[in-house]
């Protein structure tokens, strides 16, 4: 049974334009939420994360918003480089140190 | 440099033979997890280890085994019993920072078993 989805498993944008990604919680117990990068045969890099405290985290190019009620978060990247051509794993964290649980990946393509 | 090593990156093996996988940190970080992501399928979590000397295990711990002899040190040793080894398998190591513990990656290790 997956705690962590994202239904989209992959996505193309223009070059310049919004790329927004989604990611579904079902385990209300998640309190932490991150996102992660990943480029073939490479280990994930942190990206940016959000607290069940907040509704909005932004750094750079890439704000996270989480919405507890509907237990959705998405990342938004603007504007799209075609550098931002990746995997992008949303994960999520129940309260204390527990191990993360990611979702399958969203493969995002930024066109030129 | 700071980080997570994981060593060879690529291993090839015949069906049949155990094979073990380095996984290295020097960020001082207490706890340590192995992954498997195979095409389609995101990240399993396969063992972790939160302290020296105790492990735990994750998803799909089925025909894996670990050791968590030094803080710096979390092998993971893939045997014959493990169905479906060919896969790209992550190691990665977290420690706490304020109550979150974010989880940072090596670089992998592709294991082709045949």
Redesign the interface.
Known sequence: DQQVKQNSPSLSVQEGRISILNCDYTNSMFDYFLWYKKYPAEGPTFLISISSIKDKNEDGRFTVFLNKSAKHLSLHIVPSQPGDSAVYFCAAQAVGNTPLVFGKGTRLSVIA | DGG?T?SPKYLFRKEGQNVTLSCEQNLNHD?M?W?RQDP??????IY?S?IVNDFQK?DIAEGYSVSREKKESFPLTVTSAQKNPTA?Y?C?S?S?RG??????????T?LTVT
Do not use: K, M, W
């Open positions: 997570i994981q706890a997890y992954y389609g399928q995101g990240l399993r979590l972790y939160q994750g790209f992550l990665a977290s706490s109550n979150t513990y974010e989880q940072y990656f090596g670089p992998g592709r």
